[in-house]
């Protein structure tokens, strides 16, 4: 096979290929032996005839045609194995010279990985941090514990801070125009929460069940919604109902309400050992992510712009399902942040290719350390998460070939890290 590699730019190259007659024959026998079990020929039992005879049975186009695509199939793989190529695209091939079936030559282009120099891994160190958990840590536990529990009292006076109020409010830009978002029905709303824009909670203390209120509050410069950063919003709000909110005595008998507790010692060690383990695998998944971009950072590569194109469509279609959580629709979203879809995309562009080079860094390593998934391994993985899903649909996705390669794929990159944390710690 002789091969001509063009390189277009750094992450672009073009292929010349001629496959000789030789490495034509065999495909050759095996389209047709595949095109021969549709063929019945006489004389010959089922699968039985011989090649020659089998040709003069088959349809020359359809010989030629599933030839070509069988041909490219097996050929374009070989050659990008032997250049050692690492293609991110479907390739757009054209067929240049085809004479059946003794001569093939066909062009490719394609967008490909270019050049990596990848970080000396092995000498990058990144300490470990423990998780901590504080008496302020575990006293807010047992105070949102209190306050699940807490018993509420309607009353007639005038609300106060710690009371809960449930209102109906709606909120309406400088021109009068209601704001997405900022309204609601029969709220429930403990005051001093802090759950609401600084104010607002504020404004109802002193207020009645029945009464009415109309102010007016400045969103905070850092407001996440860039459309209401900093802006002027009118709320108008109605107090329906005003309750006494009383909180348990926190006891051995809170306690023993809460769980298998008899005393306040007891539930208190047991939130701190929850809290200890949660605390703790977050403290894990940063140190995970510092230490991939700790190697990331310090490996060279250039990236198709194809490529991340393809991931900002990930995210893009990862922020529309979140918003779909929240009811929000993504042209919503787009006038909230005051952005096109095009500026949103370009906004996308650094966290993607930070996302894909920290992918093409781990695969690289992989390679490097002969990491891989066993078919035992991947097995296991799959029945533990069938054991934790048990609806049937998810179940049944997790027989998919495409999510059994998402989850190797994830497991590669688990071990991948796993190496890298050895080494950062010796």
């Not at 309204?183 to 709303?189: A, H, I, S, T, V």
């Not at 309750?243 to 769980?259: C, H």
């Not at 959580?325 to 996308?348: A, H, I, M």
């Not at 609806?391 to 989850?407: F, G, S, T, Y």
Request: charged letters at 35%.
């Amino acid at each position: 096979m002789q091969v001509k590699v063009t390189n277009q730019s750094s992450t672009k190259v073009s292929l010349s290929v001629v496959a000789k007659p030789e490495e034509l024959q065999p495909i050759k026998e095996m389209v047709i032996k595949a095109l021969g079990t549709r063929v019945k020929v006489s004389g010959f039992r089922e699968g039985k005839a011989p090649v020659a005879v089998l040709e003069k049975n088959i349809d020359p186009a359809q010989l030629q045609q599933t030839f070509l695509e069988e041909a490219i199939n097996q050929i374009y793989p070989q050659v990008i194995q032997n250049e050692d190529l690492r293609p991110v695209a479907r390739p757009e091939i054209q067929i240049k010279k085809f004479v059946p079936f003794t001569t093939l030559e066909f062009d490719v282009e394609v967008a490909v990985i270019g050049d990596m120099k990848l970080a000396d891994y092995k000498k990058i160190t990144l300490k470990k941090t423990e998780g901590k958990v504080t008496e302020k840590d575990v006293k807010e536990v047992i105070e949102n514990l209190q306050t699940r529990m807490s018993e509420k009292k309607d009353v007639e006076r005038t609300a106060k801070d710690g009371d809960q109020v449930w209102i109906d409010f709606e909120g309406t830009d400088k021109d009068g125009k209601p704001i997405k978002g900022a309204d609601g029905k029969e709220y429930p709303l403990v005051l001093g929460s802090k759950t609401f824009i600084p104010g607002f909670e504020e404004q109802l203390i002193g207020t009645k069940a029945g009464e009415e209120k109309t102010f007016t509050l400045t969103f905070p410069k850092d407001y996440g919604v860039k459309a209401l950063a900093g802006q002027k919003v009118t709320f108008k709000t109605k107090i329906t109902k005003v309750q006494e909110v009383i909180k348990p005595k926190a006891d051995d008998a809170f306690a023993a309400q809460t769980g298998p507790f008899k005393t306040m010692d007891e539930l208190k060690a047991d939130i701190k050992k929850q809290l200890l383990q949660e605390k703790q695998q977050q403290a894990n998944l940063q140190y995970e992510s510092n230490l991939v971009k700790k190697v990331s950072d310090k490996t060279t590569v250039t990236i198709p712009k194809e490529l991340i194109d393809d991931t900002v469509d990930r995210l893009v279609n990862e922020q529309k399902q979140n918003l779909t959580y929240r009811g929000v629709t993504y042209q919503e979203f787009l006038e909230q942040e005051e952005l096109s879809e095009e500026k949103y995309r370009e906004s996308l562009a650094p966290q993607a290719e930070e996302r894909v080079k920290a992918s093409l860094v781990l695969s690289e390593i992989a390679e490097k350390e002969n990491l891989d998934v066993s078919p035992e391994e991947l097995e296991i993985r799959v029945q533990v998460l069938k054991g934790q899903y048990k609806d049937q649909a998810m179940q049944a996705d997790l027989e998919k070939p495409e999510v059994r390669r998402d989850i190797a794929m994830r497991m590669l990159s688990e071990k991948t890290v796993a190496k890298l944390a050895e080494y950062a710690q010796k």
